[in-house]
Each structure stands twice: as structure tokens, then as C-alpha cells.
Nanobody
């Protein structure tokens, strides 16, 4: 079965950077679109970024566009989220997700069949 494990979260000052990693296992990673979502206390889970199987297509929430970069290394079965210029409002638990459908709506959490456990990101003001 597919398993995703996030890492790289932590506490960082506003304006700082952090890189999240999500290691995929159980199936051929190159067959899976992947995405990042986040959820802050008291808020619904929201889309952050998505990337296609090959990495040719990416999508970003307006709130992170220009600051975050999603990438993947299929040889290492890993998807990354480079987060720069972090703001306190970026604080949340960040989840990676994956799905093998030929096409998915990156922005819909219902599009993904598999999810990681999440990693906490805290940005101090």
C-alpha cells in the first residue's frame, strides 16, 4: 500500500525558509500526482501546491505563490515543498498527498487517495 511520510517541519522566524520533504513508498512514485495541503487550528484544510507525475505541471494557492516552490525527485520517490519568506499565517500542519488518477484537480483534497501524517510548521512573528 502507498505510504507517505512528511518531514522537515519546525519553528522558524517570519521571513525565514523551510523545506518540507515527503517520502513515498509502496508503489511506483512516478505514477502519482502529489500535492501539499495545510491545516491551521480551527480552520479547514486548504490547498497549498500540487505537482503532476512528471513534474511538468505545478499549481499554487494564491497565498503562497511566489514564495513556495514544489518539486519532486522521482528517482528518490520524494516530493518537496520549499517555503521561503514565511509568514505567521503559514503556520499549520502540512500534509502531503498522492493519487494515481490520470488527471486530478490538484486543489481538491478529495482528489487524493493517500495522505501522510503531517508535519508541523510554526512561523513566529
Amino acid at each position: 500500500q502507498v505510504q507517505l511520510v512528511e518531514s522537515g517541519g519546525g519553528v522558524v522566524q517570519a521571513g525565514g525558509s523551510l523545506r518540507l520533504s515527503c517520502i513515498f513508498s509502496g508503489r511506483a512514485f512516478s505514477n502519482y500526482h502529489t500535492g501539499w495541503f495545510r491545516q491551521a487550528p480551527g480552520k479547514e484544510r486548504e490547498f497549498v501546491s500540487g505537482i503532476s507525475r512528471s513534474g511538468d505541471t505545478t499549481d499554487y494557492a494564491d497565498s503562497v505563490k511566489g514564495r513556495f516552490t514544489i518539486s519532486r525527485d522521482n528517482a528518490k520517490s520524494t516530493v518537496f515543498l520549499q517555503m521561503n519568506s514565511l509568514k505567521p499565517e503559514d503556520s499549520a500542519v502540512y500534509f502531503c498527498a498522492a493519487d494515481s488518477s490520470t488527471w486530478i484537480n490538484f486543489r481538491s483534497d478529495r482528489a487524493y487517495d493517500y495522505w501522510g501524517q503531517g508535519t508541523q510548521v510554526t512561523v513566529s512573528s
